[in-house]
């Protein structure tokens, strides 16, 4: 069975350092991206970046360029999420995704989500 | 950015009636390869989204014959046939065409 399971939920303080992680099973993690969408508390849906398990290569949107780092490590079929100094208007749910790029397999899975509250 | 519009925002249906839902991009969708990657996400309350329709009109595994998905270039339907209790929440059209991709607002289904 596929999964993408999501690590708990985190409580920060504003300027403190933050990684969240997104664990994969059931499939060839290589064979899949994983992205990352932010889900600000009652409003939609926003694409952060993606990273490509198999060698790393990674795409960020404009707007969170600079901001958040993605990274994977394959021996551990996990993806992660960073901040090095969060702020409060980081407070949101995160979610993880996979895709391969064909269309078909691509945001088929998503991990529960990992709500993030930063406040001081 | 690609800009999704979605209409309505809000959407008050009866059990069994049917239910539309637009999505309007601000560029064509089309793909270079010829595909058209337009999305349907389902997010019940409390719920990670779930995909419904992928390539515009293609159901997914397991989705209830009652969703189905049209359109092209820039204009886009979700449809549901009949609306059932289970299908309250926020429905979000996605284009994984052009990078950054992009949901709708999203419309709210609601039972009257």
């Known amino acids: 069975e596929v999964q993408l399971v999501q690590s708990g939920a985190e409580v920060k303080k504003p300027g403190e350092s933050l990684k969240i992680s997104c664990r994969g099973s059931?499939?060839?993690?290589?064979?899949?991206?994983i992205g990352w969408v932010r889900q600000v508390p009652g409003r939609g849906l926003e694409w952060m970046g993606i990273?490509?398990?198999?060698?790393?290569?990674?795409r960020y949107s404009p707007s969170f360029q600079g901001r958040v780092t993605v990274s994977a490590d394959r021996s551990l079929n996990s993806a992660f999420l960073q901040w090095r100094s969060v702020q409060a208007s980081d407070t949101a749910m995160y979610y993880c995704?996979?895709?391969?790029?064909?269309?078909?397999?691509?945001?088929?899975?998503w991990g529960q989500g990992t709500l993030v509250t930063v406040s001081s | 950015d690609v800009v999704l519009t979605q209409s309505p925002l809000s959407l008050p249906v009866t059990l069994g009636q049917p239910a539309s839902i637009s999505c309007r991009s601000s560029?064509?969708?089309?793909?270079?390869?010829?595909?058209?990657?337009l999305n349907w996400f389902q997010q019940r309350p409390g719920q990670s989204p779930r995909r419904l329709i992928y390539?515009?009109?293609n159901r997914d595994s397991g989705v209830p014959d009652r969703f189905s998905g049209s359109g092209s270039g820039a204009d886009f339907t979700l449809k549901i046939s009949r609306v059932e209790a289970e299908d309250v929440g926020i429905y979000y059209c996605?284009?994984?065409?052009?990078?950054?991709?992009?949901f709708g607002q999203g419309t709210k289904v609601e039972i009257k």
């Open positions: 996605m284009q994984d065409t052009h990078w950054p991709w992009t």
């Open positions: 390539l515009v009109s």
């Open positions: 990273i490509y398990t198999v060698d790393s290569d990674k």
């Open positions: 995704v996979r895709g391969s790029g064909s269309g078909a397999d691509d945001f088929d899975y």
């Open positions: 059931g499939y060839t993690f290589t064979d899949y991206w």
């Open positions: 560029q064509s969708l089309l793909y270079s390869d010829g595909n058209t990657y």
